[in-house]
């Protein structure tokens, strides 16, 4: 399979100096051919980047010293890592986008289904995590090389899932960075506890959430931005892509490529087909549709967005379980783990 299953533990630094190690012997190659550092260099020793740096150490400081240990395990500089971990705050159009799914099926299960797009190069070359911490539930969660974990597609302990697409916010404030936020919300035991760190938190950057819990009937959408949050309550079936849909934050200045058009007008007619019967194989074809010049799965060398599907991720939610499967483009699960239960 393309990625490979890890298990880490200890504490915050611990942690995150694991999550550094794990990513270091690829990292200088990473970023060596990604144009979206090379579009973050201007903003090395920037005064912005570092308030938003002190943002993020006052609000979560337990996910800064997860930071500080990332930097130390990859051998670099706290602030480049920083400014890695706030590309999207800073820059209107980032390579991280995704497709996601939802379901409420008649048995009373719930299912959240995700593409993870991202950078072709790192096809391969990523991780799924299983991370038990000192502090906090501990959780699953795709890892990108270099990044805080909890932006991908991840669950924890507490039976809490969520799954981020991209928003090209055209929007920039001074609060903390998106990627801080999304990892924290994997710290959080219920979806009341989640909206709220969403809603009260300062934001400066925009993510699209789709949020579940083993413990809670509802299926959330989350559109959190700088200027706005929107929370809509799904009622059986959803899709998202990698632009602003909700009622309240769909006039916000955005960026929105032909890809994310196309995929959510193409996701939008396949979940409008499913009935409360519709079960993981409907949401797996929904992910791996290629209908289109512009399908859901994205295997293109020449996609115009710079993005293949990295990996595709399937939660099963019933009351008190959270099941995941993880795909390699193809309908055999590479991955399938019970979320809630302790690693042997």
């Given at each position: 399979?393309?990625?490979?299953?890890?298990?880490?533990?200890?504490?915050?630094?611990?942690?995150?100096?694991?999550?550094?190690?794990?990513?270091?012997?690829?990292?200088?190659?990473?970023?060596?051919?990604?144009?979206?550092?090379?579009?973050?260099?201007?903003?090395?020793?920037?005064?912005?980047?570092?308030?938003?740096?002190?943002?993020?150490?006052?609000?979560?400081?337990?996910?800064?010293?997860?930071l500080e240990g990332l930097a130390d395990g990859l051998r670099m500089p706290v602030q480049d890592v920083l400014l890695w971990n706030c590309r999207g705050d800073l820059l209107h159009s980032t390579g991280d986008s995704c497709t996601s799914v939802a379901l409420k099926a008649a048995d009373g299960s719930r299912w959240?289904?995700?593409?993870?797009?991202?950078?072709?190069?790192?096809?391969?070359?990523?991780?799924?995590?299983?991370?038990?911490?000192?502090?906090?539930?501990?959780?699953?969660?795709?890892?990108?090389?270099?990044?805080?974990?909890?932006?991908?597609?991840?669950?924890?302990?507490?039976?809490?899932?969520?799954?981020?697409?991209?928003?090209?916010?055209?929007?920039?404030?001074?609060?903390?960075?998106?990627?801080?936020?999304?990892?924290?919300?994997?710290?959080?035991?219920?979806?009341?506890?989640?909206?709220?760190?969403?809603?009260?938190?300062?934001?400066?950057?925009?993510?699209?959430?789709?949020?579940?819990?083993?413990?809670?009937?509802?299926?959330?959408?989350?559109?959190?931005?700088?200027?706005?949050?929107?929370?809509?309550?799904?009622?059986?079936?959803?899709?998202?892509?990698?632009?602003?849909?909700?009622?309240?934050?769909?006039?916000?200045?955005?960026?929105?490529?032909?890809?994310?058009?196309?995929?959510?007008?193409?996701?939008?007619?396949?979940?409008?087909?499913?009935?409360?019967?519709?079960?993981?194989?409907?949401?797996?074809?929904?992910?791996?549709?290629?209908?289109?010049?512009?399908?859901?799965?994205?295997?293109?060398?020449?996609?115009?967005?710079?993005?293949?599907?990295?990996?595709?991720?399937?939660?099963?939610?019933?009351?008190?379980?959270?099941?995941?499967?993880?795909?390699?483009?193809?309908?055999?699960a590479d991955i399938a783990l019970d979320v809630m239960s302790d690693p042997d």
């Amino acid at each position: 399979m393309p990625y490979k299953y890890v298990r880490i533990a200890g504490n915050r630094h611990q942690v995150g100096q694991a999550l550094g190690k794990l990513a270091r012997p690829i990292m200088s190659a990473y970023l060596n051919q990604s144009s979206t550092w090379e579009a973050l260099r201007p903003w090395r020793g920037h005064a912005y980047v570092t308030e938003l740096g002190q943002q993020a150490r006052a609000a979560l400081p337990e996910i800064w010293d997860e930071l500080e240990g990332l930097a130390d395990g990859l051998r670099m500089p706290v602030q480049d890592v920083l400014l890695w971990n706030c590309r999207g705050d800073l820059l209107h159009s980032t390579g991280d986008s995704c497709t996601s799914v939802a379901l409420k099926a008649a048995d009373g299960s719930r299912w959240i289904g995700h593409n993870e797009d991202g950078d072709p190069y790192l096809y391969g070359r990523c991780h799924l995590v299983d991370v038990a911490l000192d502090d906090a539930p501990g959780y699953l969660s795709f890892y990108y090389p270099g990044s805080l974990p909890g932006h991908t597609f991840g669950a924890n302990r507490a039976g809490l899932v969520q799954t981020i697409n991209n928003l090209r916010t055209r929007q920039r404030y001074a609060g903390v960075p998106r990627m801080f936020l999304a990892r924290a919300v994997l710290d959080c035991t219920t979806l009341d506890e989640a909206t709220d760190l969403l809603r009260d938190t300062p934001r400066s950057g925009g993510f699209h959430h789709t949020l579940g819990s083993a413990s809670d009937p509802r299926l959330i959408s989350a559109e959190v931005t700088p200027g706005a949050v929107s929370f809509l309550e799904i009622g059986t079936r959803y899709g998202h892509a990698n632009h602003m849909v909700h009622r309240e934050t769909r006039g916000q200045p955005q960026v929105i490529t032909e890809s994310s058009r196309e995929r959510q007008n193409r996701i939008d007619g396949i979940v409008d087909g499913w009935s409360p019967e519709t079960g993981s194989a409907d949401v797996l074809a929904a992910l791996h549709d290629t209908l289109g010049a512009l399908p859901i799965l994205r295997t293109d060398a020449r996609d115009p967005d710079g993005e293949n599907t990295l990996a595709t991720a399937v939660f099963e939610i019933r009351d008190e379980d959270v099941a995941l499967r993880v795909y390699d483009r193809r309908d055999k699960a590479d991955i399938a783990l019970d979320v809630m239960s302790d690693p042997d």
